[in-house]
């Protein structure tokens, strides 16, 4: 899986603020030289994401824990399919189990919703973008799932791609300062970025052309006609992506602009988690 230097560190804290002093429902019934076995299940059909993140929540409770994988990241799974099974003790087991469901339910649901509108772009050559909206802490691998559902990574943060957006312009006292000022700044500290800006109108979009220096145009709140044009108007010097408003009904129509990339937020904001059980096996 993707490689998160600090995953542990987060499992961690996500194992305290649910242990606190202690599990003390288990604690309270299940001796602590109990031994079992539990098995987690696909409760409906989805792409499964986030099977060795919760593997990792088991072992952070009891590295004596044995997990197995009857699935991996990214495969497509159906109801009632065996996922994992976990086998050790049974007090661990269950101190582990929410945790461990949080995070293989979200993924797997940010998986599944990434893999359907994808499947709706077939035969298109558009790619479908998350965005950094994001749950706080979790990005790296919200953005993980969205590549084992078949999406397309946009930039991970503020640090690995420029986007000038309308607030930044508008700072910056226009389009072309915009530009020039990224130059200067990236030049003066030796940073080789790429740049995309976002426009929004068909003027804010000649301007940019005009001006050029920039390598990906996101074309903001178009209507499918007006993206149409903006995509012919740019003739493949740039990256185009198209962004806001975009919804399930109309996300075919405007891939069928020619437009590069469009970028949806609710791919992880706007998520149904996966229905994921854990049972005694």
């Known amino acids: 899986m993707m490689s998160i230097s600090n995953l542990d560190e987060l499992i961690a804290m996500a194992l305290r603020e649910d242990i606190g002093d202690g599990d003390h429902s288990t604690l309270a019934c299940i001796p602590p030289s109990a031994t079992g076995s539990a098995k987690m299940v696909a409760k ?4 499964v994401c986030g099977l060795e993140v919760a593997a990792r ?10 997990v197995s994988y009857m699935k991996q990241d990214g495969d497509a799974v159906a109801k009632g399919d065996l996922l994992m099974t976990i086998e050790g003790h049974t007090a661990s087991i269950l101190t582990a189990e929410r945790t461990a469901l949080n995070y293989l339910q979200r993924m797997s649901g940010i998986a599944t919703e990434t893999h359907r509108m994808v499947q ?15 749950t ?13 559902g078949g999406g397309t ?17 508008d700072f ?22 790429r740049i995309e800006i976002e426009v929004r109108n068909l003027d804010e979009l000649d301007e940019v052309l005009q ?7 996101m074309l903001d709140n178009f209507d499918v006609a007006t993206l149409r044009e903006a995509v012919g108007r740019i003739a493949h010097r740039y990256e185009t992506e198209a962004s806001g408003g975009i919804t399930e009904a109309t996300l075919r129509q405007y891939a069928e602009t020619g437009v590069d990339f469009i970028s949806v937020g609710a791919l992880t904001h706007h998520i ?3 229905d994921i059980s854990l049972v005694k096996k």
Request: aromatic share 4%; net charge neutral.
């Open 211 to 217: 001006h050029g220096g920039v390598d990906r145009i």
């Open 136 to 148: 706080p802490n979790m990005r790296l691998l919200e953005k993980y799932a969205v590549k084992c």
């Open 44 to 47: 409906q059909d989805g792409i």
């Open 172 to 193: 910056a006292g226009g389009i072309a300062a915009a530009i020039d000022r990224t130059h200067a700044y990236l030049e003066a500290h030796h940073k080789q970025l």
């Open 272 to 274: 149904k988690s996966m």
């Open 153 to 169: 990574n946009h930039r991970i943060g503020l640090y690995d791609m420029v986007m000038l957006k309308d607030n930044h312009i």
């Open 57 to 66: 929540v088991f072992e952070a409770v009891d590295s004596a824990l044995v």
């Open 120 to 134: 709706m772009l077939d035969g298109l050559h558009t790619c479908l973008l998350d965005t950094r909206k994001t």
